[in-house]
């Protein structure tokens, strides 16, 4: 049984890089819009469609869970498991860094991931931040949008995609995601140690979504209260947030303050 479900995983793994990868090809062809106006959707029954489907697995499963572990899991519990998975992505973090033209920054996240790997118990504690080294993070999406070329706006990352159970996403961002996938040591290692998706990636994706949702719980609710169409206030609230995030790499004005007001607030990842 384990054997079965592994496999069908794998396949929406497959499938999951496959629509990435048509977005990248596709949203190609939005080299001449600019995307500041408001975000192309050319493909908005399909995504309605996925959008749906993934209300109702969050409703069914993924919000009632996330509940339960924001109210019955300890603060410091939970504050561990948020380290550990932002341990995780370090590496990823820093080679972005790298890319965007920030190797000293980089330096600091790897140093980062080496305290919290060994001192801090495989990550569970952020004594790197104590020692003055505080977190950063970014990821191919950005990197991506950081070098597009001149007149391309921070809103144009090509056509509004949504991803089963990841959500909202555009060709630019699904094209990092797969990068940083495919970069990412700690998805690399099981491959080539072939370790089973089942007791390893599959319980770090579904760490990152129960994490996630409960952290987004109350800007989501807010956000679906307070909207006539939740999947288009959805569609713009990520379309912004991203362009925001690019912007400030553009403009290198990203600041300790501003990063964890994201970090806190986003309705994206």
């Known amino acids: 049984m384990i054997a079965s479900v592994s496999k069908m995983a794998t396949r929406v793994r497959c499938s999951v890089v496959a629509t990435a990868m048509a977005a990248a090809l596709l949203g190609g062809c ?59 992505g370090e590496p990823v973090t820093a080679i972005n860094e790298v890319f965007q033209g920030d190797p000293s920054r980089a330096g600091v996240t790897l140093a980062r991931f080496v305290v919290n790997s060994t001192i801090g118990l495989a990550g569970l504690f952020d004594v790197a931040a104590m020692m003055g080294m505080p977190r950063t993070k970014t990821d191919a999406g950005q990197t991506i949008g950081m070098w597009a ?18 959500g909202p996403s555009n060709a630019r961002d699904a094209t990092g ?52 169409d939740y999947y288009a206030a959805l569609r713009s609230a990520y379309t912004q947030n991203r362009a925001e995030l690019i912007r400030a ?9 501003e990063l964890e007001r994201r970090d806190n607030l986003a309705l994206v990842k």
């Open 249 to 257: 790499k553009r403009d290198k004005t990203d600041t300790k303050s």
């Open 30 to 88: 939005a080299v001449n819009d600019t995307g500041a106006s408001e975000p192309w959707d050319p493909i908005e029954t399909p995504n309605r469609f996925i959008f749906a489907v993934n209300r109702a697995v969050d409703t069914i499963a993924i919000r009632p869970v996330a509940v339960l572990y924001r109210d019955w899991v300890p603060e410091p519990a939970q504050k561990s498991v948020r380290n550990l998975l932002d341990n995780l």
């Open 149 to 166: 070329g001149k007149g391309v706006e921070p809103e144009n990352g090509g056509f509004y995609l949504v991803l089963p159970l990841a």
């Open 177 to 228: 995601l797969m990068v940083d996938y495919a970069i990412d040591p700690f998805q690399i290692l099981p491959v080539a140690f072939n370790w089973d998706f089942w007791y390893y990636s599959l319980p770090r994706f579904g760490l990152n979504v129960i994490d996630y949702r409960s952290r987004t719980m109350f800007a989501l609710d807010d956000l679906e209260k307070n909207s006539v």
